[in-house]
């Protein structure tokens, strides 16, 4: 199967320091996916950094582990699927 790119654009109506710190805490993000998300492993220098893990349970069973490999403070958090994730594959994710 060829490569995918999905691209979202979002406004927020506040500032990037409140946003950096919602996206990075994994456990907050089940307010804004429909999963029950837990972190299993924590990061490097902070819980959520580089190195941390968080499960992912999914409607219909599926569950995934994504692991953070790069945090910048307030610029962006990269991470990618380390286990499960059937039928996504080699997934890399940018914030």
Do not use: C
């Amino acid at each position: 199967m060829a490569s995918q790119h999905i691209e979202v654009v979002q406004a927020f109506p506040f500032s990037v320091d409140k946003l950096y710190a919602f996206l990075s805490d994994h456990e907050k993000l089940v307010a804004i996916f429909p999963a029950k998300i837990k972190r299993v492993r924590d990061g490097q220098g902070s819980v959520n950094g580089v190195g941390s893990v968080r499960r992912l349970g999914l409607p219909g069973g599926l569950s995934l582990e994504e692991t953070v490999t790069k945090a910048e403070e307030n610029t962006l958090i990269e991470y990618t699927i380390t286990k499960g994730g059937w039928p996504v594959k080699n997934h890399y994710g940018v914030w």
